[in-house]
Each structure stands twice: as structure tokens, then as C-alpha cells.
């Protein structure tokens, strides 16, 4: 059943999608190959890594752990995808949109 499902979804992702983006709106398939699978792949690597490290050095051995693990290298994938998945524009909009709030709650007006 996974396969019955995957193998569409891949056809369809893989050679309908870049075709289709780039007669009707005009984005290069370098453009999209770029900023869809290959800066998102490359910006995971780290996090993968660190995965494997973790599951190899300290295996879960209950979910808590599990969810503990996660938790503690999340933050290398929100830094991958941050500079290679976002351009300069993007990082400092998220920036003002994220700063300004907790700057409020420390220093309320």
C-alpha cells in the first residue's frame, strides 16, 4: 500500500510539478530544485547527523527519552533550515516579527 502511494506522489513531485511551475508561472526548474529539495536536503544533513550520533552514543530506550533527544537537537535544524533555507530578506522579516513580541514582554510600554 505505501508503494501505491509513493510511487505517484514521486512522479508527480519529480516530473509534473517542475514542468507545470515553469510554463505557468514562470519559476526555473534550476530555481526550483534549488530552493524545494536541494538547500532543505543540505540544511537537514546536520540535524541527520546529529540523529544518528545520538541514537548511537545514547540509544531511547522509553519515548520520554525519545521526545528529550528530539528536543535537545531541534535546534540544529531550525539553524540549517535558518541560513540555507531562507534568504537575508526572509531570516530578518522573521527577525522583526519575532523580536518585537519579546521585546514587549520585557519591556512592556
Given at each position: 500500500?505505501?508503494?501505491?502511494?509513493?510511487?505517484?506522489?514521486l512522479v508527480v513531485s519529480f516530473l509534473f510539478w517542475p514542468g507545470y511551475l515553469r510554463k505557468w508561472v514562470g519559476v526555473p526548474v534550476?530555481?526550483?530544485?534549488?530552493?524545494?529539495?536541494?538547500?532543505?536536503?543540505?540544511?537537514?544533513?546536520?540535524?541527520?547527523?546529529?540523529?544518528?550520533?545520538?541514537?548511537?552514543?545514547?540509544?531511547?530506550?522509553?519515548?520520554?527519552?525519545?521526545?528529550?533527544?528530539?528536543?535537545?537537537?531541534?535546534?540544529?535544524?531550525?539553524?540549517?533550515?535558518?541560513?540555507?533555507?531562507?534568504?537575508?530578506?526572509?531570516?530578518?522579516?522573521?527577525?522583526?516579527?519575532?523580536?518585537?513580541?519579546?521585546?514587549?514582554?520585557?519591556?512592556?510600554?
Amino acid at each position: 500500500m505505501a508503494w501505491a502511494i509513493t510511487i505517484p506522489y514521486l512522479v508527480v513531485s519529480f516530473l509534473f510539478w517542475p514542468g507545470y511551475l515553469r510554463k505557468w508561472v514562470g519559476v526555473p526548474v534550476g530555481d526550483l530544485v534549488s530552493a524545494a529539495w536541494a538547500r532543505p536536503l543540505v540544511a537537514a544533513v546536520p540535524f541527520a547527523a546529529c540523529t544518528y550520533a545520538l541514537e548511537h552514543f545514547w540509544p531511547a530506550h522509553h519515548l520520554a527519552l525519545f521526545f528529550m533527544q528530539v528536543g535537545l537537537i531541534l535546534p540544529i535544524a531550525m539553524v540549517g533550515f535558518w541560513y540555507l533555507c531562507l534568504t537575508a530578506e526572509d531570516r530578518r522579516m522573521l527577525s522583526d516579527s519575532l523580536l518585537r513580541p519579546a521585546l514587549r514582554l520585557v519591556r512592556p510600554e
